[in-house]
């Protein structure tokens, strides 16, 4: 089997199975977002995974500040892979999440992404709509405030925290659900309508990126 030829020069030792990809998912929210993909990553046993968070990387908590935080720590690695020769320290692939609430940013942060090669997952208006499909079909344009308020009927006493038991393998139905409410918005880099989210296609991608068959997840 030929080698894989990492960009830049950096080269991987060949083996019998393609590696998988090594993916940095980079997240607005320091809790919440940080909390559920974590989950999903060890759902999918994604060890290549990493889940980044502004409020390590020292970024605005805003999309663009995001995008940035992202392109630093892909710029990081790579430097480091081309010093030490491991094209395996180096990121595969990039993804941020970032929802549109209030900011003003947004455009600008999508601008950025696409020239960055950065894939923006964008959810409306709240990432916690994502959450919500969980549970319940939602079509109806809502606020932040009320998403919140749906997610207290689910889970009780949620606080920005996931409890243990969140059920993380329901990620299929979020998907359906997603893809249902807004087929267009099947894309990164792209805002959906109220209410929409794509960051289905992060968990598509940790999925690929994981020991365990997604095809027996509850697709």
Request: with cysteine; net charge positive; glycine share 6%.
């Amino acid at each position: 089997m030929k080698r894989r030829r990492s960009p830049q020069g950096l080269e991987r030792t060949s083996s019998r199975r393609e590696p998988k990809k090594r993916i940095l998912v980079m997240c607005e929210g320091t809790v919440t977002e940080v909390q559920y993909f974590s989950g999903i990553k060890d759902h999918f046993r994604a060890l290549p995974v990493e889940i980044g968070t502004c409020d390590i990387d020292g970024c605005g908590r805003d999309p663009l500040g995001v995008v940035r935080a992202a392109e630093k720590r892909r710029d990081t690695a790579h430097r480091k892979a081309q010093r030490q020769g491991d094209a395996y320290l180096a990121y595969d692939e990039v993804r941020a999440v970032v929802d549109v609430d209030e900011h003003t940013s947004l455009e600008a942060a999508i601008r950025r992404a696409r020239e960055s090669g950065i894939r923006l997952a964008i959810s409306t208006p709240c990432f916690e709509i994502w959450l919500l499909r969980h549970f319940q079909e939602c079509s109806a344009a809502l606020t932040s405030a009320i998403v919140q308020n749906k997610i207290h009927r689910y889970v009780p006493g949620y606080e920005k925290h996931l409890p243990e038991d969140f059920p993380y393998g329901e990620h299929g139905t979020a998907r359906r659900r997603a893809r249902t409410a807004d087929p267009h918005h099947d894309s990164p880099n792209r805002k959906g309508r109220n209410p929409s989210t794509n960051a289905w296609l992060t968990i598509d991608a940790i999925a690929a990126s994981g020991q365990r068959d997604a095809k027996s997840s509850r697709w």
